[in-house]
């Protein structure tokens, strides 16, 4: 009796035991998972906390940038002046008004951060694992791998006129920019005139600053003192720094700089020019690394961005001599995510995660007015709750003769979109000031909505009225993007290929293959990419009824399919023609411009259903401006209310096998259609920047591509696909319908590519960087890709339009046992999920020794964290498209949580097996590579990642089909009329 109670009290504390720690563990996952609800909508910035009022922060009117822009904002420069006079009628204001309204505009856009300088600090300390850090690439440290005379060649940032790189450390023992001694001032930097936010140690040991901060040397950074640097920072840091041999323990002493309580003395702030000014198409710069302000423009989009390189600080190309061999960057999975951008392209949700990789072009913002006019057709949004606190054009005296764009009463916005699924459908000024945001804006209330760049919080929408109430920096940013509308009226022009220098040559002098071109595009093109577009027939219900002012809502997919139904008859074709054909000149519209191609936005502005589309699914499915996310109050009810499209066909990312995803509705499954204004010079194409995008590695590799010898990471090629060997052929890249005579890449025209290879010889110890050499640029001849200049982008143009209309020119995935209609993102090497002990919560860190002995295949000695290795050739999306919560409208069921049980089991499995083992000495050894790969892929780890796959869509430049089955005739005209664009 004595044994059976002890073993019944036994029994009895062990199930209490197991209930309390059942319930320990329920509240910890649940104080994980859920917001602070205390904070939200009771944080304030620290403009507001140091006393500070919107009105307070006044929009800079200094025509410093005035060169810029193609010089529209000049008195007397006679395109300009024209585009003035235009707006000033439209607007109902003076010439001058209209002119000092765009330089504010210019200049918002060009420096004004918003206060993000506090966010970008946050996240190099504590949300990037150290792989990111703003000031190191701002910097010129010789042992980096870039430097200001490498930084647009190998980083594609633009260099800021009148800097000259550092040869020496400031007084902080940083590499930064010089300014010129024989430069102006910068004006925005003047503390007196634009007193900065005096806040902790600013106006004590360290300068308030101006509330634009100081130039750091590249376009859209900006530096403000760190209002955390007081004297004993300022003494933490002298120290560190000399832990360095040469006081520069920042660049070198890893136990110095990895720290999350790092505190420097500057923070970088961000400007909306970081990711959108570029070289001027039409007047590209003679010097790559050393630009002009005249050479400059606001709006094409940084096209030449590598993220992989930006995002990823401790960076370097391959070695010159050796190129088949990883640089240590790439034995970091966090690079490898940043890998999967290719340059021009961002995923702009990496930190307000929805759980889906998804590299997009950067915008380019070209002819704002041709944009609004397809609007009032059929861009009408239904806006509720929040939505209605986004301001309006009306909002405002300087565009309030724009107000037939919104109806209060109804809550109606006619509206353009910005985002490539078309969710920002709030009025344009509405999405505007939402980019602030998203580039760390208020980020004391953004960042309780969700957790950085992992996610694994529920995600709770960010209100506008909490920002109006809470945030000086976000109501003066609303107050300042009505000029910057204005600004983009009046300067964002297209960019002529006949303007440019030796464009000419590239230009069909053929009338009768123009004629063609002109047919070809009204027939195959134009219903998705003109705002031309010709009344449809009453009895066809396109435009009245459910579909009355576009059918936005939960009718669209009706409505739509209704459009293209018409599109596709005669009767479209006919009066289409008749559009491209036109021969009238409007009043303002140049005499040697193509009058149909004049105020043409070149974009229907339809959202467009990617089942139709066929191209990758994880753009169109983005779900961030879903109701209850993140930018619910930017997106319009109706978006939230879109059907969803048909069933897509996937593929398998080992196997290739074809599957059916059917994704959901409420806003996902569409695509706005892209702009082809200035098409000649914004290739690659696709949203994801794929097609056109050679994977070349890191601009070092000694090898010929074109041959096929290699592949794009520097093995020995395989194009065996077993039986489906020629399947996805793309072994030849020309084509008599794109390419034409080779010798018009060499006959006179400014290619540029000769000045950006200078002065490499004088780094001592800047490791890596190499001009581009012959082999490289195979199949470009002898130009550069990655380069501004007209023969450079003509190269590109021609060989992505080529496989846009060739599609078995593509390049394929050489991985998949079945293959695939294109290729998925792989990693380049074997690769490790790693964090420095320093970037670990402290929690973690105090318990260091115990996780090293509980788990030695994770924790290490020295208390990093590695996981891995991954093996070569691992599909990213695999792994980072994971979705640990599901959406609002799905529910967090039995079945997610046992998906998510499996799979943290087979996770630990693996990541157990694989050991942890991650110098970069194991990780170069084929040893490393067969026991990654056999310990990945001999596990049910794929399965168990693809069940909890937000989107199983891993081929990432199929699709777009639409022209391909033209003849080479049509192509070619087609082509020769896209140029004129």
């Not at 910057?484 to 002098?509: N, R």
């Not at 009245?544 to 009767?571: L, S």
Request: proline letters at 6%; aromatic letters at 12%.
């Amino acid at each position: 009796m004595q044994i059976t109670s002890i073993l019944k009290k036994t029994f009895l504390a062990f199930i209490i035991l197991l209930l309390v720690l059942i319930t320990v563990v329920i509240l910890a996952v649940r104080a994980w998972v859920l917001p602070d609800y205390s904070k939200i909508g009771n944080m304030k910035d620290e403009a507001l906390l140091a006393g500070r009022t919107a009105e307070s922060f006044v929009a800079a009117m200094d025509p410093y940038f005035i060169e810029m822009d193609k010089g529209a904002l000049k008195p007397g420069d006679e395109e300009g002046e024209k585009a003035l006079e235009r707006w000033a009628k439209a607007l109902n204001l003076t010439i001058e008004q209209v002119r000092e309204s765009a330089i504010k505009g210019q200049n918002t856009w060009l420096v004004w951060t918003g206060g993000n300088d506090r966010f970008w600090d946050d996240m190099a300390n504590k949300y990037s694992f150290g792989s990111f850090d703003l000031l190191k690439t701002l910097s010129s440290h010789p042992g980096q791998g870039y430097s200001r005379d490498t930084r647009g060649s190998f980083l594609g940032l633009v260099n800021e006129p009148c800097f000259e790189k550092a040869t020496e450390p400031d007084e902080y023992g940083l590499w930064l920019d010089k300014r010129m001694k024989d430069c102006p001032e910068d004006p925005f930097a003047d503390e007196d005139r634009y007193p900065g936010v005096e806040i902790g140690a600013r106006g004590k040991n360290i300068p308030v600053g101006s509330y634009y901060g100081k130039p750091s040397g590249v376009i859209g950074l900006r530096l403000f003192p760190n209002p955390d640097f007081d004297e004993a920072a300022a003494k933490k840091w002298e120290k560190g720094q000399q832990s360095g041999e040469r006081n520069d323990g920042y660049y070198t002493n890893p136990e110095f700089y990895k720290d999350r309580n790092l505190v420097r003395p500057y923070r970088v702030g961000m400007s909306c020019a970081f990711c959108h000014v570029s070289p001027n198409p039409v007047n590209p710069p003679k010097d790559r690394e050393n630009p002009k302000w005249s050479e400059l423009n606001s709006n094409p989009g940084a096209q030449y961005f590598w993220v992989n390189r930006i995002f990823f600080w401790d960076t370097s190309p391959r070695d010159y001599n050796d190129p088949t061999q990883p640089a240590r960057n790439e034995y970091n999975f966090i690079y490898q995510l940043f890998h999967t951008n290719p340059p021009g392209s961002l995923d702009t949700s990496f930190v307000s995660t929805d759980y889906i990789n998804n590299p997009r072009t950067m915008n380019a913002v070209y002819s704002l007015g041709a944009r609004l006019e397809p609007t009032l057709r059929w861009g009408t949004e239904q806006l509720e709750g929040g939505e209605l606190d986004n301001k309006q054009l009306n909002d405002y005296p300087q565009t309030e003769a724009l107000g037939a764009f919104w109806n209060e009463s109804t809550g109606k916005v006619k509206t353009a979109r910005v985002l490539k699924d078309g969710s920002d459908s709030v009025g344009v000024l509405g999405a505007l000031n939402r980019v602030y945001l998203n580039i760390g804006l208020f980020s004391e209330e953004w960042l309780t909505h969700f957790y950085p760049v992992i996610g694994t919080k529920e995600i709770t929408p960010i209100k506008i009225a909490d920002a109006q109430k809470n945030s000086s920096y976000w109501n003066a940013t609303t107050d300042q993007t009505a000029d910057m509308g204005i600004f983009f009226l009046v300067t964002a022009s297209p960019d002529d290929l006949k303007d440019a220098p030796g464009g000419e040559v590239y230009m069909e002098k053929d009338p009768n293959t123009l004629q063609l071109g002109k047919i070809v595009f009204a027939d195959n093109c134009a219903a998705c990419h003109s705002s031309k577009i010709p009344p449809a027939p009453p009895e066809s219900g396109i435009d009245t009824g459910d579909c009355a002012d576009g059918g936005n809502g939960p009718n669209y997919r009706m409505c739509w399919d209704r459009y293209w139904e018409w599109v596709q008859t005669d009767d479209f074709k006919t009066k289409m023609r008749g559009y491209v054909l036109e021969t009238e000149h409007k009043e303002h519209c140049s005499k040697d411009k193509d009058p149909f191609l004049c105020d043409n936005f070149l974009s229907s502005e339809r959202r467009v259903p990617v089942d139709l589309l066929q191209t990758n699914a994880c753009g169109p499915i983005a779900t961030n401006g879903l109701a209850g996310d993140i930018w619910d109050n930017f997106t319009s009810s109706s978006y939230k209310q879109l059907p969803p499209v048909k069933e897509l066909t996937v593929h398998h990312p080992v196997s290739g096998g074809a599957s059916a995803f059917q994704p959901l509705g409420n806003g996902r499954g569409y695509t706005r259609p892209a702009s082809l204004i200035s098409l000649w010079s914004t290739a690659p194409f696709l949203l994801n920047n794929s097609v056109g995008h050679i994977e070349y590695y890191d601009n070092s590799a000694m090898i010929d591509y074109s041959a096929g010898k290699y592949d794009e990471y520097g093995h020995e090629a395989s194009h065996d696909y077993g039986e489906h060997a020629g399947e996805y052929d793309q072994s030849n890249d020309k084509s008599d319908a794109s390419y034409g005579d080779e010798q018009d890449y060499a006959e006179g025209q400014y290619d540029g590519h000769h000045d950006y290879n200078h002065g490499y010889e004088q780094y001592e110890y800047n490791k890596g960087y190499r001009p581009y050499n012959d082999h490289y640029r195979q199949a470009y001849g002898d130009l550069d890709p990655y380069n501004p200049g007209v023969a450079n982008r003509m190269a590109v143009f021609h060989d992505s339009i080529n496989k846009m209309l060739n599609p078995e020119l593509r390049r394929v995935d050489p991985v998949t046992q079945n293959a695939v209609p294109g290729y998925m993102y792989r990693t380049t090497a074997v690769s490790c999920l790693s964090v420095a002990a320093g970037y670990l919560p402290d929690v973690v860190k105090r318990f260091s020794g115990v996780l090293h002995w509980l788990a030695p295949w994770a924790f290490q000695a020295n208390g990093d964290l590695n996981i891995g290795p991954f093996p070569e050739g691992m599909p990213v999306n695999l792994l980072v498209n994971t979705q640990f919560i599901p959406d609002h409208d799905e529910p967090m069921g039995l079945e997610h949580l046992l998906k998510l049980a499996r799979l943290g089991g087979e996770i630990l499995g693996v990541a157990k097996q694989l050991g942890g083992q991650c110098s970069p000495e194991y990780l170069a050894t084929n040893e490393a590579r067969a026991h990654a790969e056999s310990v990945f892929y001999g596990s049910n780890l794929v399965d168990a990642l693809l069940d909890l796959n937000k989107c199983p869509d891993f081929v990432v430049n199929r699709g777009h089909y639409f022209g391909t089955d033209l003849s080479q005739e049509e192509k070619a005209a087609l082509i020769a009329y896209l140029k004129t664009f």
